[in-house]
């Protein structure tokens, strides 16, 4: 039997090389123009949906833990999130760099004249903190608010499928079949997200 540290590593192993290979390579093929007729739109969209992909795998993992009942799944939650904020700040700073060329003003006017651009950079926002907290010194100084925050988690899932299907002009089957994927993984929590609702919920007098 393998031991349990052991398979903890072995899925970390996989998690960095699944995350880095592919990313170090489509930006091998942008450097060398090899990414089609539109290069820019092109790793844009890949590091979109990379950040989306590893974002459902957080979500993902918890539920799959506890059907397969093998709790060491969960320590790999944390990589998968932090891989996740790696592809979306590449998602963004792609934006910045190829679409408005660091034209900061630019920047700023384009996320509040473009809804789905406003909705993706709140969802990034907010994963932001959430990669920032993922420090143990800061975990352990927020206490109870930790938790609190993390649990929005499942607010960037719903703004990232929201700026998805906001951002394609013509084929939806894509962004509607992220949609309902994200739907279904949140269902799978319908319990624990009661319970995030009624305490968030002013009680009446």
Excluded at 64 to 90: D, E, H, I, N, P
Excluded at 101 to 110: A, G, K
């Amino acid at each position: 039997m393998i031991k349990t540290q052991t398979k903890i590593l072995l899925l970390k192993v996989i998690i960095h090389l699944s995350a880095l290979m592919p990313l170090i390579y489509y930006y091998n093929l942008a450097i060398s123009d090899n990414l089609g007729g539109d290069p820019v739109e092109a790793i844009i969209h890949f590091t979109g949906i990379g950040a989306f992909n590893l974002l459902l795998l957080t979500l993902l993992v918890s539920p799959l833990a506890k059907k397969l009942k093998q709790s060491y799944l969960l320590q790999v939650r944390r990589l998968l999130g932090l891989y996740a904020f790696t592809y979306a700040l590449c998602h963004v700073l792609n934006f910045l760099a190829f679409e408005v060329q660091f034209n900061w003003l630019l920047f700023v006017e384009e996320i509040f004249k473009r809804p789905y651009v406003f909705i993706g950079m709140l969802a990034f926002t907010l994963l932001f903190a959430l990669a920032i907290t993922s420090i143990h010194a800061l975990k352990r100084k927020m206490g109870k608010n930790w938790q609190r925050l993390h649990n929005s988690s499942y607010a960037i899932a719903l703004l990232v499928a929201w700026h998805f299907y906001w951002s394609v002009k013509s084929e939806l089957t894509s962004p509607l079949f992220y949609v309902v994927i994200t739907l279904v993984l949140l269902a799978m929590r319908h319990q624990k997200l009661k319970k995030i609702l009624f305490r968030s919920t002013p009680s009446k007098k």
